[in-house]
Structures are given as C-alpha cells and as structure tokens.
C-alpha cells in the first residue's frame, strides 16, 4: 500500500519561500506522474503542479513563475520549491497521482503566510 509523507511547511512572512518535499514508499515511484495540491478549510482540494514520469511540468496560473516542482527518482520524492509566498498560497500541502489520486492520503504539510 502506498504511503506518502509531506514535510517542509511552516509559517513565513510574505515574499518568502519554501521547499516541500514528499516521500512515496509502496509503489514505483519511477512510473507515475507525480502532483502536489493545497485545500484551505471548507474548500475543495486544488492541483497547483504536476510533473510528468518524463519530468514536464504544468502549473496553476496563480503559481505561474513562483513555484517549481521536480523530483527525484532515486529518493522517491517530488519537491515543490515556492518562492515569493502570497497569504493566499496558506493552505495544507499534499502530495499524490495527478489523474486517479490513491485514496489514502497522507497527512499534508501546513504551509501559513503572514506578516
């Protein structure tokens, strides 16, 4: 069964930057395409960046130029590196499959930005 662990949230002050990062065991992670969304409380989960097995890239027009997802296939793990941080990138991290997401979920990573 897969598992995946988010880490690297915190709180920064806007214009700041962070890099998450998210370990998948129980699967090959070499195969898939990997995608990290954000949810606020009381909204849907949103797909902010996804990359490719192939290591293409595609974001959401509001992470356009600020953040950047890549990963490693040897670590099993995708990064998302976010740069100049708004208050409204605030929300819980998570990563997973871009298209048929596993069910199971990991915990997210808490990412606040606030003066």
């Known amino acids: 069964q897969v598992q995946l662990v988010e880490s690297g949230g915190g709180l920064v002050q806007p214009g700041g930057s962070l890099r998450l990062a998210c370990v998948a065991s129980?699967?090959?992670?070499?195969?898939?395409?990997w995608a990290w969304y954000r949810q606020v409380p009381g909204k849907q989960r949103e797909l902010v960046a996804s990359?490719?097995?192939?290591?293409?890239?595609n974001y959401v027009d509001s992470v356009k130029g600020r953040f950047t997802i890549s990963r490693d296939n040897a670590e099993n793990t995708v990064y998302l590196q976010m740069n100049n941080l708004k208050s409204e990138d605030t929300a819980v991290y998570y990563c997973?499959?871009?298209?048929?997401?596993?069910?199971?979920w990991g915990q997210g990573t808490q990412v606040t930005v606030s003066s």
């Open positions: 990359i490719t097995h192939l290591g293409s890239t």
């Open positions: 129980g699967t090959i992670f070499r195969i898939y395409a």
């Open positions: 997973n499959r871009p298209s048929a997401p596993w069910n199971n």
